[in-house]
């Protein structure tokens, strides 16, 4: 059973599970998704990519970003069967810019790969992981 | 005109004493004549002999004062004259003299002769051109500027060839020292054989840093860096100049007083890296050295860059002249500037006055260094004392008592509040977790205020207004950030007398082409209102938003920035907004089990990523040193829950308490801003009795 108590100008309240069973009937105001100052996910409401986007950790903004740019927007707007598969060259043009940076894109890892799931992800400010773990929206 | 009036100041009070002689006189001599008829009756009229006499006298008098007077005049205003006429000679000479020196000075290169065209004093250096073909005899124009190849330094390049036919002498004069200033710079880094002229001596080429930077960020730390990814990310081929005074290429803070503290690795302080919540290792450096661009290159380089500028710090800042200039006296130009310069430790009073061997055994903790000072002193020293029980203190206190027992060290913790984090949680929540940092090994003595601060007896003693006294090895102050505005002044750029740091408005923009962004800015949040906020994720936050405004976005602060603590294994909270204790606040608690720590809730879920959703991943969860689990207690047991901040019956900040993975609920509350009835309505939209 919960139970209310108020301490000056603090009010603490318990409650249990079966308390908090029922649904609540908070009304939360519906967002926009046109509002221009949210932060969007990968894709923005106009089908551009953001680069900006905190999923692509560095991959857009360091040494390489130019050729993976190109690549990934190849790859975005590719209308091949096969995704993609017009853009090898720029893929293999960013294969060769992240060779010459070992330290920032290690080798083990897959060095090309683009978010599969284009659906804008939660705003996240999820900043500065090293390149390879990023791209792994959460 | 001029003479006339100059003439006349010096003639006047010499006409006015010679009237007034005049008048005297002739007073004198009617009272006289008048005075004479009173006495002498008998006689009759003007006695003529007497009078001629004394009209004589009067006469001769007058005439000369006048010609006395007529005299000095004209010597005066011939004076003046020349005195003029050599102050002009003088002047226009001196501007004659001070151009060719400029010249000198800026371009180091002989003068060679001036030509009539310009000025006669001016000197026009002959040009470093790097093809050896062209020829380099000085010559009388500006010609050679114009000649000059300016692959990589477009913007000069039009402005000098627009010297070729310099109108005004005055401003050519100026502007060729500023364009020559840039070419020697162009110069020096492309040829390696440089055509000389003979009267200097040859220099080898010396790497020459740039002059200019489109993109230049001042402070090279948590908002800088976000900044600069976010102009990379937008403007693409950006080249972004990143100055810090600091030795180290940025880095993250947080894990600073947590993670790092935690490792097993003995070589942590110089490794420096630490285990994020999903084991994986990493760097509290954001990138490692490869990803930038060495300075020098950043106008060469093909695809743009970052580039770090270290140990250098910006002392003047020229709005007008969009340059900044550094503490050795190079300036730099830019298009767009970002201020991240963070802030500076705040230290006591009675510290500071306690004398040197105190001082010297105080630290105040922010950077890379204090880490690495504290670590060794934990393991030397027997007893510390931290000041200070907000955010830092108590996250040092719990990570030194962490070591306590490992190493024997006696650890204390002191503040004014009535529990830690006194400031930030209502009392119930402080006191409760006062207790669980006392359980981490910590002394902790409450509502304490320091009186003064001695070296006695080989300890540090430390009196207390209550009478209470404090023996101990070492200090570690923590009682807040001064925000560095050092370039309010030479910026004219407005200081926020409220919450200190520069003032900037909702879009984090100070005056055009300055931006603020981190710790130091006092910004306008459209939602909560004018504040500051000294916390990680909000400098990513507002870094990424000077970088998006920086590259042509109007945006305002929006995207409400969150940030976190961990207090031990049992104690880990995440917040976001305005979480302040003397607001009125509605805490919901779950009857917590002993599956509600953030130690359980990382171990648990794979996929709950703490904070990782938030904001960066930072938060590593090590195996505590506690194994026994939680027991139920017969008191309150605030395991978990949520608590809203309220101001104006408006949710305005909350927090998660060992709820985790919830922020984006609590962000959306605080953006509606809405008047709930009832606020356990609202908690129970995080689900808190769940994992």
């Not at chain 1, 690549?71 to 091949?80: G, L, Q, R, V």
């Not at chain 1, 060259?89 to 294969?95: I, K, L, S, V």
């Not at chain 1, 070992?102 to 500065?128: C, G, M, R, V």
């Not at chain 2, 204390?412 to 006194?422: A, H, V």
Request: glycine share 8%; with cysteine; hydrophobic share 35%.
């Amino acid at each position: 059973m919960s139970y209310c108590r108020q301490e000056g100008k603090d009010r603490i309240i318990f409650v249990t599970k079966e308390d908090h069973e029922a649904p609540s009937n908070a009304e939360l105001v519906a967002d926009d998704p046109d509002d221009p100052y949210e932060d969007h996910g990968l894709i923005l409401p106009n089908g551009d990519i953001n680069w900006n986007c905190p999923c692509l950790g560095g991959m857009a903004s360091g040494p390489c970003g130019q050729q993976f740019k190109e690549a990934f927007s190849c790859f975005h707007y590719s209308k091949e069967e096969v995704k993609g598969a017009d853009c090898v060259e720029n893929f293999r043009g960013m294969q060769e810019c992240m060779q010459k940076y070992p330290e920032l894109y290690p080798q083990e890892e897959e060095a090309e790969s683009p978010p599969t799931d284009s659906d804008p992800a939660p705003p996240s400010t999820s900043e500065d992981q090293l390149p390879p773990d990023s791209p792994s929206a959460s | 005109m001029l003479k006339c009036r100059a003439a006349w100041r010096r003639l006047a009070p010499l006409a006015r004493a010679s009237s007034t002689l005049c008048r005297q006189n002739a007073k004198r001599a009617v009272l006289r004549n008048e005075r004479r008829p009173d006495l002498n009756c008998s006689q009759m009229s003007t006695a003529p002999s007497g009078g001629g006499r004394e009209n004589t006298l009067y006469v001769v008098l007058v005439g000369a004062a006048c010609l006395g007077g007529g005299v000095y005049a004209y010597r005066t205003v011939l004076g003046d004259k020349q005195r003029y006429q050599e102050r002009i000679s003088e002047i226009a000479s001196r501007t004659r003299r001070v151009e060719p020196e400029q010249q000198k000075v800026q371009t180091q290169t002989e003068p060679a002769a001036a030509t009539e065209a310009t000025k006669e004093a001016i000197s026009d250096p002959p040009l470093r051109i790097d093809t050896p073909n062209q020829p380099v005899a000085p010559t009388e124009e500006i010609e050679p500027l114009s000649n000059t190849p300016e692959a990589s330094e477009p913007s000069p390049a039009p402005v000098l060839e627009s010297e070729v036919a310099p109108v005004a002498v005055d401003e050519s004069i100026s502007e060729v020292s500023v364009q020559l200033q840039d070419v020697p710079v162009v110069e020096s880094e492309h040829s390696a054989a440089v055509v000389q002229e003979t009267a200097v001596e040859p220099t080898p080429v010396v790497p020459v840093l740039p002059e200019h930077a489109p993109y230049l960020l001042i402070g090279g730390g948590t908002a800088s860096f976000a900044a600069a990814r976010s102009i990379r990310a937008r403007d693409p081929r950006a080249r972004v100049l990143i100055i810090t005074d600091e030795q180290d290429l940025p880095y993250m803070r947080p894990p600073l007083s947590k993670e790092l503290w935690f490792s097993d690795d003995p070589a942590v302080t110089e490794t420096l890296r630490f285990k994020q919540w999903n084991g994986k290792e990493r760097s509290i450096y954001f990138q490692p050295p490869s990803f930038y661009v060495d300075p020098v290159e950043l106008t060469k380089v093909e695809n743009g860059g970052v580039a770090v500028m270290t140990g250098k710090k910006v002392v003047h800042m020229d709005v007008r002249g969009n340059k900044v200039r550094l503490c050795d006296g190079s300036e730099i130009t830019y298009d767009k500037c970002l201020i991240a310069t963070g802030g500076i430790p705040r230290n006591m009073q009675v510290i500071e006055r306690a004398g040197e061997e105190v001082t010297k055994r105080t630290t105040l903790f922010r950077k890379i260094d204090d880490f690495k000072s504290l670590e060794k002193i934990s393991r030397t020293v027997k007893s510390i004392t931290i000041i200070g029980g907000g955010f830092l203190g108590s996250e040092l206190a719990c990570a030194l008592g962490r070591k306590s027992a490992d190493v024997g060290l006696e650890v204390m913790q002191m503040f004014p509040e009535k529990g830690n984090m006194g400031k930030v949680l209502p009392e119930y929540l402080s006191n409760w977790t006062t207790e669980k940092v006392r359980r981490e090994g910590v002394q902790v003595l409450t509502e304490a205020l320091v009186k003064n601060v001695n070296f006695k007896e080989g300890k540090v003693e430390i009196k207390l207004k209550d009478g209470r006294v404090v023996k101990t090895d070492h200090i570690v102050a923590a009682v807040g950030l001064e925000p560095n505005v050092d370039l309010a002044t030479s910026g004219g750029l407005e200081v926020d007398s409220d919450f200190g740091g520069y003032r900037v408005n909702a879009e984090l923009q100070a005056r055009s082409n300055i931006w603020v962004a981190g710790d130091a800015a006092c910004f306008y949040d459209i939602k909560l209102g004018r504040r500051r906020v000294e916390h990680h994720d909000h400098a990513v936050v507002s870094g990424r938003l000077a970088g998006e405004n920086m590259t042509g976005a109007s945006k305002p602060y929006w995207h409400q920035s969150m940030f976190w603590s961990d207090l031990g294994p049992d104690v880990g909270y995440e917040a976001i907004g305005i979480v302040d204790s003397s607001l009125p606040t509605v805490g919901v608690f779950a009857k917590a089990t002993a599956k509600d720590t953030p130690k359980a809730a990382t171990e648990q879920s794979g996929t709950g990523i703490r904070s990782e959703s938030e904001t960066e991943a930072v938060a590593g969860k090590m195996s505590p040193t506690l194994s026994t689990p939680i027991p139920p207690v017969a008191k309150d047991d605030y395991g978990k829950g949520v608590i809203f901040y309220l101001r104006d019956n408006v949710v305005v900040g909350i927090i998660l308490w060992n709820v985790f993975n919830r922020m984006p609920i609590a962000r959306k509350i605080i953006k509606d801003g809405e008047q709930h009835a009832d606020l356990n309505e609202v908690a129970k939209l995080f689900n808190i009795h769940e994992d």
